[in-house]
């Protein structure tokens, strides 16, 4: 796992790794004459790559930031992003959703078993009235005994929380 941020280059050449990681699987499914599978893989990219372009719109750098290089921060998880986003954000949330995403992926990234498949899906509603991130991983830790401490801007509701699958929702708090 890497506490520092990347500098321009530094992502750059994770991105550019990640592109040609891609481009050589989608080669080899055409040199296989898996076509369907080629196919596939370019339509799987294509979404991934729409869903990080919709993440500039909800403007929250630092979310945005740390959700663009999770795959790359914590190794041992595949995330995956899908949205929904129709608006901007309210920009006194950033700060306080990057510090829960934190908080609790390395919390998870700390526990887990090597040799199990780590997936981590987060989806993001944004929109005038709501905005609801929703954090499902699913794999295989040590129990998790430590709380994710409490953020003024934000509310958390714990949907699921083992051993296999932690599962919560951040929203802006309605509190005030």
Not at 127 to 155: C, H, M, R, Y
Request: one cysteine or more; aromatic letters at 10%; a negative charge.
């Amino acid at each position: 796992m890497t506490e520092k941020t990347f500098s321009i280059n530094e992502a750059l050449r994770f991105a550019r790794h990640d592109f040609l990681n891609q481009l050589q699987l989608i080669k080899m499914n055409i040199d296989l004459a898996r076509l369907e599978d080629a196919k596939a893989a370019i339509d799987h990219y294509s979404t991934e790559a729409k869903a990080f372009y919709e993440l500039s719109k909800m403007d929250l750098p630092r979310t945005t930031e740390w959700l663009q290089t999770a795959n790359w921060r914590f190794p041992g998880f595949q995330v995956s992003i899908s949205n929904n986003i129709e608006s901007d954000c309210n920009l006194l949330l950033d700060e306080q959703v990057q510090d829960v995403l934190e908080q609790t992926t390395k919390l998870l990234h700390e526990q887990l078993n090597p040799y199990t498949e780590q997936l981590l899906h987060i989806h993001i509603v944004c929109n005038p009235t709501t905005f609801k991130l929703t954090f499902d991983a699913n794999g295989e830790w040590e129990p998790i005994q430590q709380e994710l401490s409490k953020e003024s801007q934000v509310s958390l509701t714990h949907e699921c929380k083992t051993t296999k699958n932690w599962r919560f929702h951040i929203e802006e708090s309605k509190e005030g």
